[in-house]
């Protein structure tokens, strides 16, 4: 989307698609402020009826080396800023996406096992969907804010602990060889 104009009214006159009723904002390395604004005058034009709608709320994405890149966290801050309303996130943490997949398929919760980078997505919705957890080394987590959250006496961090650990996904494959 590019801005309409030099100016702000200008932006604000752009054509916008009568058929939209929701904003949905993932991943996007093109994100800007012309997207921005156009997002913003859905959500206002639409109301509470125009749903807002997040992917998740990763803040960063870690590269190899120890670099990292801003997350859609980032772009879903943006867009709630502005609109002055929380969005529903459908990814993790947020159960619906584990709801939507266990309800076409016979999962049993029990015999599941959630393996992820972060505490604060993949763990967290592991442990709230009754599944067992294993945190990987490789992503944005230390082992040392492991031991902090399971030292701690607060049930919020509590919720961050998971079952396993291993440095790397790698670690696993002579497991999955048996």
């Known amino acids: 989307a590019a801005l309409p104009g030099p100016a702000p009214a200008d932006w604000a006159q752009a054509p916008l698609d009568p058929a939209v009723r929701a904003v949905l904002v993932g991943f996007d390395e093109h994100f800007s402020y012309a997207k921005l604004c156009q997002a913003l005058r859905y959500l206002l034009r ?29 772009l879903v801050k943006a867009v709630e800023t502005a609109a002055q309303r929380e969005a529903f996130i459908v990814g993790k943490p947020n159960r619906y996406m584990f709801d939507c997949v266990a309800s076409e398929f016979d999962i049993d919760p029990a015999r599941t096992i959630m393996v992820g980078d972060r505490l604060d997505t993949d763990i967290l919705m592991g442990n709230s969907c009754g599944l067992t957890t294993l945190l990987t080394l490789t992503g944005v987590t230390t082992l040392d804010e492991v031991k902090g959250h399971q030292q701690s006496d607060c049930p919020a961090r509590q919720s961050l602990v998971p079952d396993y650990y291993v440095d790397s996904i790698a670690d696993l494959l002579p497991a999955l060889g048996d």
């Open 46 to 74: 639409g109301g509470p009826d125009c749903l807002l709608v997040g992917t998740n709320r990763d803040h960063r994405l870690p590269l190899e080396g120890g670099t990292a890149i801003p997350g859609t966290g980032c």
